[in-house]
C-alpha cells in the first residue's frame, strides 16, 4: 500500500535557524497537505498542494510540491519558539484517505 | 463555533471492557473520519464516513466499529479493549473528501491495563 516516510524525525535547532522537513511517498500523489501539532494538542491544517512544481508560502513558511508529485517540503526560515511542534505531511494517491507521514518533531532552542 | 467535540478526553478501561468514544461536528461536513496516534507511527486512519449512512475501513479497523447515522456524530466502538489499543484517538472532519482541510477534535486518551 501507499506509503508517506518523512525526515527527518527530530531537529533541534536554535531560535534563528532555518529549518526543513522533508516528505517523500512510494506513490504518486494527487494533493498533498501540511499539519502541525503543538505539544499535546490536535493536528492543525496548514496548507494543501495540488499542482506539480507548486509552491505556496505563508509568512516564515514555505511549501513545495515536487515535480512528479511524489514529495514535498516544508521550510521555516528564522525558527521562533512558537514553531515548535511536530509537523505531518498527508497524501491523498487519489483514493478516498490521506496516508499520514510519521512526522518531524520540532524543537526550538531560545 | 464548537467545531468538532470529542469526549471523553480521559478514558481508562480494563482489558475487555467496551465503550464509545463520541465525536460531534456541527460545520455540515460530510466527511468524518478516526485516527489513532501512537509514538513515532503518526495518525493511523481506523475507519471513515463519506456521509450519513456510509461508513468504510482505514488501515488499521481491526477492534473498532463505527456507524454514521446522521451528518454530525460518528462514533467509534471499541468492542474489546485490549492493551494494544491504548493510544490517542483523533476524530476528523472536513466539508468534503476532495481538496479540503481537515479539522480535528482536541483527541481522547484512552490507556487500557
Known amino acids: 500500500g501507499q506509503q508517506v516516510m518523512q525526515i527527518p524525525q527530530y531537529q533541534h535547532v536554535q531560535e534563528g535557524e532555518d529549518f526543513t522537513t522533508y516528505c517523500n511517498s512510494s506513490?504518486?500523489?494527487?494533493?498533498i497537505q501540511w499539519y502541525k501539532q503543538r505539544p499535546g494538542g490536535h493536528p492543525v491544517f496548514l496548507i494543501q498542494?495540488?499542482?506539480?512544481?507548486e509552491v505556496k508560502k505563508q509568512k516564515r513558511l514555505t511549501f513545495q510540491f515536487g515535480e512528479a508529485k511524489k514529495n514535498s517540503s516544508l521550510h521555516i526560515t528564522a525558527t521562533q519558539t512558537t514553531d515548535v511542534g511536530t509537523y505531518f505531511c498527508?497524501?491523498?494517491?487519489?483514493?478516498?484517505?490521506?496516508?499520514f507521514g510519521p512526522g518531524t518533531r520540532l524543537s526550538v532552542l531560545p | 463555533n464548537a467545531g468538532v467535540t470529542q469526549t471523553p478526553k480521559f478514558q481508562v478501561l480494563k482489558t475487555g471492557q467496551s465503550m464509545t468514544l463520541q465525536c460531534a461536528q456541527d460545520?455540515?461536513?460530510?466527511?468524518m473520519s478516526w485516527y489513532r496516534q501512537d509514538p513515532g507511527m503518526g495518525l493511523r486512519l481506523i475507519h471513515y464516513?463519506?456521509?450519513?449512512?456510509?461508513?468504510d475501513q482505514g488501515e488499521v479497523p481491526n477492534g473498532y466499529n463505527v456507524s454514521r447515522s446522521t451528518t454530525e456524530d460518528f462514533p467509534l466502538r471499541l468492542l474489546s479493549a485490549a492493551p494494544s489499543q491504548t493510544s490517542v484517538y483523533f476524530c476528523?472532519?472536513?466539508?468534503?473528501?476532495?481538496?479540503?482541510?481537515?479539522?480535528f477534535g482536541q483527541g481522547t486518551r484512552l490507556t487500557v491495563v
Open positions: 476528523a472532519s472536513s466539508l468534503s473528501y476532495l481538496n479540503t482541510e481537515a479539522f
Open positions: 506513490t504518486t500523489l494527487s494533493n
Open positions: 498542494l495540488v499542482k506539480s512544481g
Open positions: 498527508a497524501g491523498d494517491n487519489y483514493g478516498q484517505n490521506f496516508v
Open positions: 460545520m455540515n461536513h460530510e466527511y
Open positions: 464516513s463519506v456521509g450519513a449512512g456510509i461508513t
